[in-house]
């Protein structure tokens, strides 16, 4: 156990301004010492002072100029009556890619879910509207029935962080990864980056041992996956496509073969699933163009003006509302993993407590200090022909972020419940519209899978569970 910290390690710290972290040294025990030189030794402080520049330069506002942003210009819409052929044609292909094993999943599941003040990871949360069951065993359930369907193996990487790594493993094990097998799922940490006061750029302590360090944000997958090696298995596998989605959706439909089938189609690095905002003040990123070129505009930089124009139909011009869904290209995150181009660093201001320079602890009650992050919908304006499919938000968006309200564990209850009453009667039975209803994805992932399959007592009573 060190004694003293690592010579190396002390004079980067000093060369950068930041051997502060040290300061209480003597006063730690060895397990503790062991855990800060570590800490020390995974910031590259190179790389990370341009950073503490970046967000110390006021000249480098990142906000976009209103006058630069356009409404969409292409996007493929939900079909109205007559338009259906595009979309048999774009599932028959996104079938045949599935049935060619070139297509992997990603779930992103390293968030603190802090709105929902659950205190486990999210994917664990109850959602089903009948039984108990999570988030987790829906996506997992899809990927038995799709691996089934299509007679392939579908590896499914999981990004975890810190916070949420080891619960993660230890409940998806409990519960026999629910059928889905061992060896094609991969659990990966995000990284982490250290907060640093807006003062000086120092890099903060959250203990005399410990360095307040954050999660890299949704974009830290890339190097998650790189550090990891797992591009290497993808490549192993012939995997070529990654749909992409969040832990908070239990209505995402898994590796959508209409998706998969226009995005090959046309030649897309990136897809991203939208649904019509439900209103033009409701919160979320829009998909829309600046200087021509296609991102995502966050709610905060859209002007309220912008956000209430409408076109020549009645309907908004920043419609397209980011639901987190995405198919994208191996190649394409390889790329933004390991070549010249990399995901651009948000930094936000936030509270961070820490110790100070006597060893008490100083809780923040208004921002002091910067925290960096990246985001995974930067790569839009770096892929080649990105492409805007539309979907219905009731089948296919409800998520849980918050304790109550909008989005909110009791809508999204509720909007599976309604998807299954949907679900059924397109399939054609009759069931009682007052009876909850939860269907295990390995019964149906659309409504065809219902069609002839059900007995009459199955759809009886007030709580109806259909699952193997
Ligand atoms: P959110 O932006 O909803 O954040 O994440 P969150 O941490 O889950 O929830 P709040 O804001 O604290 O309430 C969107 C998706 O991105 C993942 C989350 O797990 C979720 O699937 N995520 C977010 C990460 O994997 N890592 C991060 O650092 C942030």
Same mark, same amino acid.
């Given at each position: 156990m060190p004694v003293s910290c690592d010579s190396q390690i002390v004079d980067q710290l000093k060369k950068h301004g930041q051997?502060?972290?040290?300061?209480?040294w003597e006063e730690l025990n060895d397990s503790q010492r062991q855990h800060l030189q570590e800490q020390c030794s995974s910031i590259e402080l190179d790389e990370f002072k341009k950073l503490i520049a970046q967000a110390f330069d006021? +000249? *480098?506002? %990142? *906000?976009?100029?209103?006058?630069?942003i356009s409404p969409l210009t292409q996007a493929i819409r939900l079909p109205e009556a007559g338009e259906e052929q595009a979309w048999t044609e774009a599932r028959q292909t996104g079938h045949e890619m599935l049935d060619a094993g070139k297509v992997g999943a990603i779930l992103?599941?390293?968030?603190?879910g802090s709105r929902l003040?659950? #205190?486990?990871? %999210?994917?664990?949360?109850?959602?089903?509207p009948v039984t108990d069951r999570t988030l987790f065993q829906i996506f997992f359930e899809q990927l038995v029935a799709l691996s089934n369907k299509h007679g392939v193996r579908i590896p499914y990487f999981i990004m975890t962080s810190d916070a949420t790594h080891q619960e993660t493993i230890d409940f998806l094990k409990e519960n026999d990864?629910?059928?889905? #097998?061992?060896? +094609?799922v991969f659990l990966f940490k995000q990284g982490t980056m250290p907060a640093v006061d807006d003062q000086e750029g120092k890099i903060l302590l959250s203990e005399k041992h410990s360095i307040a360090m954050s999660p890299d944000g949704h974009g830290g997958l890339l190097n998650a996956l790189h550090r990891a090696k797992l591009f290497e298995e993808m490549q192993r596998r012939g995997i070529e496509y990654l749909y992409y989605h969040q832990?908070?959706?239990?209505?995402v439909q898994m590796c959508d073969p209409a998706m998969l089938g226009f995005h090959k189609q046309r030649d897309a690095e990136i897809s991203t699933k939208v649904v019509a905002k439900r209103?033009?003040?409701?919160k979320v990123g829009v998909l829309a163009e600046v200087n021509g070129t296609q991102m995502i505009i966050e709610y905060s930089d859209l002007s309220e003006e912008m956000s209430r124009d409408t076109d020549e139909t009645g309907g908004?011009?920043?419609?397209a509302g980011n639901i987190a869904i995405h198919v994208m290209n191996r190649d394409l995150l390889e790329r933004l993993a390991t070549g010249e181009t990399r995901l651009p660093v948000h930094i936000a201001h936030k509270k961070v407590s820490h110790v100070l320079s006597d060893g008490s602890q100083k809780e923040a009650d208004s921002p002091n200090a910067y925290k960096f992050e990246r985001f995974i919908f930067d790569s839009i304006p770096l892929a080649k022909n990105p492409l805007v499919i539309e979907t219905s938000r009731q089948e296919e968006f409800n998520p849980v %972020?918050?304790?109550?309200? +909008?989005? *909110?564990p009791a809508t999204s209850k509720a909007a599976l419940n309604a998807r299954a009453h949907r679900w059924l009667g397109e399939a054609g039975y009759n069931v009682d519209e007052n009876a909850t209803i939860e269907i295990s994805p390995l019964i149906a992932?659309? #409504? +065809?899978?219902l069609r002839d399959k059900l007995q009459p007592e199955q759809l009886e009573g007030e709580s109806i569970v259909l699952q193997p």
């Open positions: 051997d502060h972290l040290l300061r209480h006021e +000249d *480098s506002d %990142k *906000s976009i100029d209103p006058a630069a992103v599941a390293g968030g603190q003040g659950f #205190p486990h990871p %999210k994917g664990m949360f109850p959602v089903g990864w629910f059928g889905y #097998p061992e060896e +094609d832990v908070d959706n239990p209505c209103n033009a003040g409701e908004l011009k920043y419609w %972020k918050n304790a109550e309200g +909008d989005d *909110s992932l659309e #409504p +065809d899978d």
